[in-house]
């Protein structure tokens, strides 16, 4: 209820927030009267002779009614409007050809004079940073700041209706970002599900990869941690090894004695040893330790085998002794790993009569047998022979003892080094239940960490030889704390004793005695040290009257001792994690409201925490995930309150202000630490060193991995595509290639190719006439595209010739001609329709109602081909004006198939013909031909659009007018720069729209 009342109010305290404007300042008079005359006398006779018939209140074409444009300020109002109509009359095309043309003459003047209207009021209000409504966080920024605050990806949004995009196309813009009772539900919830993967460690608060509420979740968490640190340890003997020879050939030429330990150069050798160690990634301490026994001149047995092997290693590192050495150091390791387990030690089982050998005593006691001898051996059950003997009734002659006293003892002495510095096991993190009674090939996998008990949890440490052999100090801290980690988060301590008491009453029925009934593991305090106590006296004394050994009666008495101690330790770790996630809690509350937190607001956190254990007698960890939701629900976090402010006039953003609308622009996401320290004095510097500063901050942010967010979220929605992950039009039947994997991998390569452009600073016309591309292997297979260096999916490469299989920059891509395909033949129109609408920034209207079907198959179009039938859709009159515009552009694409493949056939077995005339009367063939109209005719277009875009995806907002100077600015740079990436984002991270906000007062004030 208490969350719930938090969400709640939401509604209520944000309301006020959401749309705030001001008054325009007054124009110049003089020029301000001339439009509004010339408007009278010469745009209104305009409208009411050649287009209100068309565009009145009784009909709109195009949906488009200019009716109500009776003032100066009403088309100021509406520039997008204008800026259409401007377009169309430019292009002659309205009029159209059977409504009355004006003379040439009236066109020039009604376009001179919306032009000059338009600059006007762009230059009158020239930086107004605009009317910026608060909005909530888009679906996407929710999730990646999640992904940011917590550190896992958990994507609470993924039920969350869509975002609705606004008139740019984006759905980061307050015009959109509305909220609903309904909604605030589902962010209640996205909340609670991020607090369901809070681990509450010892010496950490954290978030784990997926829900942790359980004790099956806690138990895979903490377990596969600890498993993954075992297998990120180089315990692998063939490296060791290869780390040796490399040393010995670099020490041949210079250091002859480096071998010998006596020698003067010893130090050297081993600060050698230690450097090729680091290289080669592997622990410094174990391979001083293999080095210096293989350096050992009168070893026997084993150890005598294993450095004859080593001498016969290549001598040096010519070419191709580095391969043969690793296949001779691998063939070492393969010897010690077959030799080494026919000396490991062997434990019988404990009994005691009416007792389980099952029993957890008797089970731990073995397994600390095994933990104890791992770097130990057998020598009572090795064969005595003589010195010459080659077979001991199979058993290797190094592993044979001689019967003479002295050399029996030497070789005892070397076959005890052997197995010290070659441990059976470094570590066992698979244990089979029945306590290791069977070969560890015949055990059960995947019983991770487990203690081996047969019918009840528990977990076992045996690592001793990595943390002798192998760890440094601070990786066997790592490890210990990760082992306390386990026995806190998880309480495997007090669930492994309460297993114990109800094994012992079920299966063992050793405790079923009245004298044991107060020893129940549905009673918690039966853990507690003075009933553990109790009952040890009992148990032990029953197994001594049962005829118990003092082995068995030890191993009982060092159970119950060490499971005390591992409850109170447990217990200690828990008590002493509560005040680090109090301080935890602040931490994670300052990167959710993406700013330093004041006292005030930390004692309200802690204070909120407080009433949740006092007054609804939570517990320490219910009461902060209950914390972490009320600060997932604040505005503070759900809002971007960085862009709202009150009051009249503009100002500067603050920086913490100006973090946040950096950050969301080039990541989606939350401002780093970085970010918000480098802006922390922005309200002390002056203008100039704060684009400075900016731009510093921009550089670096363009190349972290988190810039991944732009290419997804701008230019994936810019070109049309964001949800293609979804795409389902695609006929699998007919084209069974058309997998999961190639859908990915097509949405995956303009982010790739884009990202890249941006990151290395390249003109942004590659995006164009790049000649090079990204795949992976699915999709160079889909092109066709052999020996492209990737050999998995994960795999994406660079590949510089892309235009010999007809790829290179966007136009080829697949994902955007498999997204314009209705399935079972291509679209030239949806094709040419997004080059014209997407790439170029054309204003097109849609179709008129009852627009006839193209058949959705190209065998069943009869006997004409596709271009031939849009050919004769051009024939209609209501039809033509727009396909004129689209058409050619679309059929240049007709080499590539529905899914983008290449074809020299359509799917009727006709040929495809690639030449067209594009709309300003010149002519190609196919893609590149299409490249060259661009870059010939159209590339201010592109360029235009692509600013304009970019400037309104950075904003959040449609644009205004007044952002046509600016706009302007950035062209214009970007044509003296090269038409680089970075200069073009620069332009609108310090321009004046990006640096300031309307309104003087903050909605929300900062600590």
């Known amino acids: 209820m208490r969350l719930w009342a938090i969400a709640s109010c939401l509604l209520v305290f944000i309301a006020p927030m959401l749309w705030r404007t001001v008054a325009a300042e007054p124009a110049d008079a003089t020029t301000e009267a001339t439009l509004k005359q010339e408007f009278k006398d010469v745009v209104q006779p305009f409208l009411r002779i050649h287009c209100l018939s068309c565009h009145g209140k009784e009909k709109q074409e195009a949906k488009l009614d200019l009716s109500g444009f009776t003032s100066l300020k009403a088309v100021a109002g509406a520039h997008q409007v204008w800026h259409h109509v401007i377009d169309r009359l430019e292009a002659e095309e309205m009029p159209p050809e059977d409504i009355k043309q004006p003379a040439e003459a009236e066109r020039s003047a009604v376009i001179d004079w919306i032009r000059r209207a338009r600059r006007h ?59 609903s009772p309904a909604l605030l539900t589902k962010y209640l919830d996205a909340a609670r599900l991020v607090a369901d993967h809070l681990v509450l460690a010892p010496k950490d608060m954290r978030f784990a990869p997926h829900p942790v509420v359980t004790e099956t979740d806690r138990d895979k968490y903490c377990v596969k941690r600890i498993v993954a640190f075992y297998e990120r340890q180089p315990t692998d003997l063939a490296e060791y090894f290869f780390v040796c020879w490399r040393v010995r050939t670099q020490l041949n030429a210079d250091l002859p004695d480096a071998t010998d330990p006596t020698a003067p150069n010893l130090a050297a050798t081993l600060k050698l040893v230690r450097h090729v160690a680091k290289q080669q990634d592997v622990s410094e301490k174990y391979a001083l330790t293999v080095w210096q026994t293989l350096a050992e001149p009168e070893a026997e047995g084993p150890l005598l085998r294993l450095r004859q092997q080593f001498d016969a290693l290549p001598a040096t590192s010519d070419d191709g002794h580095s391969a043969m050495a690793r296949e001779g150091c691998g063939r070492m390791r393969d010897y010690v790993v077959g030799i080494r387990p026919l000396l490991a030690p062997s434990f019988a089982d404990l009994y005691v009569e009416g007792n389980h050998k099952g029993s957890q005593p008797f089970v731990l006691w073995k397994n600390d047998q095994y933990a104890a001898h791992r770097q130990q051996w057998r020598p009572a059950q090795l064969h005595t022979s003589g010195e010459n003997e080659a077979d001991a009734g199979g058993v290797p002659f190094e592993l044979t003892l001689p019967s003479d006293a002295d050399a029996r003892q030497r070789r005892i002495t070397w076959l005890r080094r052997f197995c010290h510095v070659f441990p059976n096991e470094f570590y066992v993190s698979e244990r089979g239940r029945d306590y290791l009674d069977r070969p560890r090939a015949e055990q059960e996998k995947g019983r991770l960490l487990s203690a081996g008990f047969h019918s009840m949890m528990g977990y076992y440490r045996d690592d001793g030889p990595l943390c002798d052999l192998i760890l440094d100090e601070s990786k066997r801290q790592e490890l210990d704390d990760l082992w306390n980690e386990l026995n806190a988060v998880t309480e495997a301590p007090r669930r492994q004793y309460a297993g114990f008491l109800w094994f012992e009453r079920t299966d063992s029925r050793y405790m079923r005695d009245p004298e044991f009934d107060f020893a129940r593991a549905e009673d918690r305090s039966a853990a507690e040290s003075s009933m553990i106590r109790r009952l040890a006296k009992l148990y032990e004394e029953k197994a001594r009257n049962s005829g118990g050994d003092e082995t068995s009666l030890g191993a009982i008495r060092d159970y119950f001792t060490e499971i005390d101690q591992q409850l109170r330790t447990a217990e200690t770790l828990r008590a002493a994690g509560e005040p680090v996630h109090l301080r935890r809690l602040a931490e994670f509350a300052s990167r959710a409201w993406r700013r330093k937190l004041s006292n005030a607001e ?25 914390t972490v939701v009320s600060v997932l629900m604040s505005p503070r976090f759900l809002y971007r309150v960085d862009l709202g402010s009150q009051g009249d006039g503009t100002r500067r953003l603050t920086g913490v202000e100006l973090a946040s609308r950096l950050s969301y622009f080039l990541w989606s996401s939350t401002p780093d630490d970085e970010l918000l320290s480098a802006l922390e004095d922005a309200d002390s510097l002056d203008m100039e060193s704060l684009r400075r500063r900016v731009a510093e901050q921009t550089r670096r942010m363009l190349g972290s991995g988190k810039t991944r967010a732009l290419g997804t979220e701008f230019a994936c929605n810019w070109l049309d595509v964001r949800r293609f992950e979804e795409h389902n039009s695609v006929d699998r039947e007919h084209f069974p290639q058309f997998t999961d994997a190639l859908r990915a991998a097509m949405f995956e390569e303009p982010i790739r190719y884009f990202v890249d452009v941006v990151q290395n600073d390249r003109s942004v016309l590659e995006l164009l006439d790049g000649e090079h591309t990204w795949v992976n292997r699915t999709l160079a297979q889909h092109y066709g595209i052999t020996n492209s260096g990737s050999t998995s999916d994960d795999q994406w490469v660079r590949v510089a010739d892309a235009g010999r299989q007809g790829r290179g920059g966007l136009l080829p891509m697949a994902v955007f001609l498999t997204k314009n395909a209705p399935g079972l033949r291509t679209s030239p129109v949806k094709r040419g329709y997004w080059v014209a609408r997407r790439l170029l920034g054309e204003q097109i209207p849609p179709p008129p109602p009852n627009v006839p079907e193209l058949p959705a198959d190209e065998r069943q179009l009869g006997d004409i081909s596709l271009r031939e039938a849009l050919a004769k859709h051009r024939e209609l009159p209501a039809c033509a004006g727009c396909h004129e515009r689209f058409d050619s552009l679309g059929l240049a694409f007709e080499s590539y198939g529905p899914i983008g493949e290449r074809r020299e056939l359509d799917l009727a077995g006709r040929p495809v013909e ?5 709309p300003d009367g010149s002519h190609g063939e196919g893609v590149a031909g299409l490249r060259k109209y661009i870059d010939t005719s159209r590339r201010a277009d592109f360029v235009d659009n692509l600013c304009r875009k970019l400037l309104a995806y950075a904003l959040g907002r449609t644009l205004m007018l007044s952002d046509e100077p600016l706009v302007e600015k950035m062209n214009a740079e970007l044509a003296r720069d090269g038409y680089r990436a970075g200069i073009l984002i620069e332009s609108i991270v310090t321009s004046q729209q990006f640096l300031t906000k309307r309104g003087a007062s903050p909605l929300l004030s900062e600590p």
């Open 602 to 626: 930390m004692s309200e956190l802690e204070s909120f925490y407080r009433v949740l254990r006092a007054e609804d007698r939570l517990s320490h960890e219910d009461a902060v995930r209950d």
């Open 121 to 179: 009021e762009a230059n009158r209000h020239a930086g107004d940073p605009g009317a910026v409504p608060v909005r909530r966080l888009s679906n996407v920024e929710y999730d990646y700041t999640i992904r940011d605050i917590t550190g896992v990806d958990i994507r609470p949004t993924s039920t969350f209706p869509v975002d609705p995009a606004n008139e740019a196309g984006f759905d980061n813009s307050g015009e959109s970002l509305t909220i």
């Open 914 to 918: 690639l030449a067209v005339e594009f």
